[in-house]
């Protein structure tokens, strides 16, 4: 399994951005996916989660209304959009691929990780 993230880079607060995940190996469309992220001197952590299909999706309180999570089954991609970007939000971005195909926060539940894209939000 592959998990290719990409669209991280610089921006200001209050800026939009979009990042994409780009999957292979395994059939894409029966899994649940996720974002963690990860910022300097924190433990990893779940920003937003949605399962196989797209119709289920699941949110950290500090991302819920700023960000969405969606799934391109027929490209095998991954996003997340991020609006209303705060400097809180300055991390590596990862993208996870589940075990299974519900909707998780945990990461014990995601089995395969992309190498990560930085997000750096600038006040």
């Known amino acids: 399994v592959q998990l290719q993230a990409s669209g991280g880079g610089l921006v200001q607060a209050g800026d939009s951005l979009r990042v994409s995940c780009a999957a292979s190996?395994?059939?894409?469309?029966?899994?649940?996916m996720a974002w963690f992220r990860r910022a300097p001197g924190k433990e990893r952590e779940f920003v937003a989660g949605?399962?196989?299909?797209?119709?289920?999706?699941d949110y950290a309180a500090s991302v819920r209304g700023r960000f969405t999570i969606a799934r391109d089954n027929a490209k095998n991609t991954l996003y997340l959009q991020m609006n209303s970007l705060k400097p809180e939000d300055t991390a590596v971005y990862y993208c996870?691929?589940?075990?299974?195909?519900?909707?998780?926060?945990?990461?014990?539940?995601?089995?395969?990780w992309g190498q990560g894209t930085q997000v750096t939000v600038s006040s």
């Open positions: 996870a691929q589940g075990r299974y195909s519900g909707v998780y926060s945990v990461d014990s539940r995601y089995g395969y």
């Open positions: 949605i399962n196989w299909s797209g119709s289920s999706t």
């Open positions: 190996g395994r059939t894409f469309s029966s899994f649940s």
